[in-house]
């Protein structure tokens, strides 16, 4: 499967920024192809300028990358480095935010931090276009909501380049569909 960013599907807002970014490669020689111009700025200049342009957060926010809110199926289906030595069972819920660095989602049990779970990413419940990923995540937050309910943050800490290009591009199309509605 080929998700490709379409530039003539993009805000004219976007486009006048990756014209613009394109440019500067053209004259330094770095490329003549605007295909890949925009990949290159959705991957080193998106995050940035959504923050510059306050979109999301602020331009103090720490996080790495923007978070998206949004509720993707998700399966839990092993922890795999943690210090009880009892199995865990698969766990099938909801995620409520998404970045290409990690994620927050709901379970009905908690996990202890710094443990080591294997997820799978259901993008094809969403949409059909999407494949699902797996990941290797890391537990950096587990707080209670209430009765039976955790709230569990994530950073993921292994993920092929290929699901990593293709959550890239499920997050980018939901953002800009978000600045599409605001413009």
């Not at 092993?78 to 909801?94: H, N």
């Not at 290409?100 to 443990?115: A, C, E, N």
């Not at 494949?131 to 995540?137: F, G, K």
Request: with cysteine.
């Amino acid at each position: 499967m080929n998700n490709m960013i379409c530039f003539n599907k993009l805000s004219n807002i976007i486009q006048n920024e990756i014209i613009e970014y394109h440019e500067k490669k053209v004259r330094s020689g770095n490329t003549k192809d605007i295909n890949d111009s925009v990949k290159q700025w959705f991957d080193n200049c998106f995050e940035q300028w959504l923050r510059n342009k306050g979109y999301v957060g602020d331009k103090e926010n720490k996080r790495m990358f923007t978070r998206i809110e949004i509720e993707i199926p998700l399966k839990v289906s092993q922890t795999l480095i943690d210090d009880d030595e009892t199995d865990s069972p698969e766990i099938l819920t909801r995620i409520l935010n998404i970045s290409r660095g990690g994620m927050f989602f709901r379970s009905p049990v908690p996990f202890k931090i710094s443990s080591i779970i294997k997820v799978e990413i259901c993008l094809s419940d969403v949409e059909e276009i999407w494949y699902d990923i797996e990941a290797l995540a890391m537990i950096t937050r587990c707080v209670k909501i209430s009765d039976n309910v955790f709230g569990v943050g994530v950073t993921f800490s292994s993920i092929y380049n290929e699901s990593m290009d293709s959550l890239s591009l499920f997050i980018f199309k939901h953002l800009v569909y978000y600045i599409q509605l605001e413009e």
